[in-house]
């Protein structure tokens, strides 16, 4: 059964930095595109970053790049997303997601808001 599961979410000032984690079961992780994305209040959910399973290689969303950044260990079967300078427009629930040949996987979410 697959299973993602986030955490490390909560309430910052802004300017702050928190770090997600999600962690991953139930399917073949390393294979696995693994991605970020958020939904603030009213909105429709957008995505925020990707990993690739095989390289590696990152992509993120113009509103995040620069200030966040998605790692995994494929070890561990996790992938984080660190979030540094937060601003209020970061205030959503974050989705941690999997994508591999037999489909997409999301977790439930963790909320985060930035407010002072």
Request: glycine share 12%; hydrophobic share 30%; aromatic share 10%.
């Given at each position: 059964q697959v299973q993602l599961v986030e955490s490390g979410g909560g309430l910052v000032q802004p300017g702050g930095s928190l770090r997600l984690s999600c962690a991953a079961s139930g399917f073949t992780f390393s294979n696995s595109a693994m991605s970020w994305h958020r939904q603030?209040?009213?909105k429709e959910r957008e995505w925020v970053a990707t990993i690739t399973g095989s390289s590696g290689r990152t992509n993120y969303a113009d509103a995040v790049k620069g200030r966040f950044t998605i790692s995994k260990d494929n070890a561990k079967n996790m992938v984080y997303l660190q979030m540094n300078t937060l601003t209020?427009?970061?205030?959503a629930v974050y989705y941690c997601k999997a994508t591999n040949s037999v489909g997409n996987y999301w977790g439930r979410g963790t909320q985060v808001t930035v407010s002072s």
């Amino acid at each position: 059964q697959v299973q993602l599961v986030e955490s490390g979410g909560g309430l910052v000032q802004p300017g702050g930095s928190l770090r997600l984690s999600c962690a991953a079961s139930g399917f073949t992780f390393s294979n696995s595109a693994m991605s970020w994305h958020r939904q603030a209040p009213g909105k429709e959910r957008e995505w925020v970053a990707t990993i690739t399973g095989s390289s590696g290689r990152t992509n993120y969303a113009d509103a995040v790049k620069g200030r966040f950044t998605i790692s995994k260990d494929n070890a561990k079967n996790m992938v984080y997303l660190q979030m540094n300078t937060l601003t209020p427009d970061d205030t959503a629930v974050y989705y941690c997601k999997a994508t591999n040949s037999v489909g997409n996987y999301w977790g439930r979410g963790t909320q985060v808001t930035v407010s002072s």
